[in-house]
């Protein structure tokens, strides 16, 4: 079946542009994580949805990052007035289960969208 | 807090010879999640293992191996006879046992194996 997708795959933004980058997590899959990747780190948690429900918004590093899943499937990761700190790769990822109780599904990563801004 | 830590930054071998990845990890849990990524060129983290706290059984699969030792925090990761498509990055994640959590990477080893 198909995995997760993301677009762009590639974006180059001046600096001050807003984007918006796109994920499509596996059907039916109910948990969708956003996770930044600065150039040989790895990647690092920004936000996490429960269907449409944004429960943990904790790793997003500014309030020029918002992030948004209004029907429980595809989400947008938006970042305004872009700076050069924010060239990174935005990976998501999707699991299956959505409900807490000792069970930590395994999380399957789309290819990324890599951000330049310059 | 909880960290992973992959103290090689980069390994290359030879085609066919063993390899070993390391991963020492940091938590106050006393049951938690383990896993690793593959991330090749192309840039798409790939699944390779998910293993609770509680199963200290060692797994193979295939050339891959794992070996996890709660006493010494470790979950070290061994290819057998090595290919050129092993090169990649290679990625160590924890993660808390309450539910559909983040994970929480370490630094990554990229692994280049030579022809």
């Known amino acids: 079946g198909a995995g997760v997708s993301q677009s762009p795959r590639y974006k180059v933004a001046k600096r001050g542009q807003d984007v918006a980058l796109r994920c499509d997590p596996i059907?039916?899959?109910?948990?969708l994580f956003w996770y930044q990747q600065a150039l040989g780190q790895g990647p690092e948690f920004l936000t996490y949805?429960?269907?449409?429900?944004?429960?943990?918004k904790s790793g997003l590093p500014s309030d020029r990052f918002f992030a948004e899943r209004p029907e429980g499937s595809v989400s947008t990761l938006k970042i305004q007035r872009t700076q050069q700190e924010d060239s990174a790769v935005y990976l998501c990822?999707?699991?299956?289960?959505?409900?807490?109780?000792?069970?930590?599904?395994?999380?399957?990563f789309g290819p990324g969208t890599r951000l330049l801004v310059l | 807090a909880q960290k992973v830590t992959q103290a090689q930054t980069e390994i290359s071998v030879v085609e066919k010879e063993d390899v070993t990845l390391d991963c020492v990890y940091e938590?106050?849990?006393?049951?938690?999640?383990l896993f690793w990524y593959k991330q090749p060129p192309s840039g798409e983290l790939v699944f390779l293992i998910r293993?609770?706290?509680?199963?200290?059984q060692n797994e193979i699969s295939g050339r891959y191996s794992w070996n996890f030792q709660k006493s010494t925090s470790s979950f070290n990761f061994t290819i057998t006879a090595s290919q050129v498509v092993d090169s990649a990055v290679y990625f160590c994640?924890?993660?808390?046992?309450?539910?559909?959590?983040?994970?929480?990477f370490g630094k990554g080893t990229r692994l280049s194996v030579i022809a």
């Open positions: 990822a999707s699991s299956l289960a959505g409900t807490s109780g000792g069970v930590q599904e395994t999380q399957y």
């Open positions: 949805f429960q269907n449409e429900a944004q429960l943990d």
């Open positions: 059907s039916g899959h109910v948990s």
């Open positions: 994640a924890l993660s808390d046992i309450s539910g559909n959590t983040p994970l929480v």
């Open positions: 293993r609770n706290s509680f199963d200290e």
């Open positions: 938590t106050r849990d006393t049951t938690y999640y």
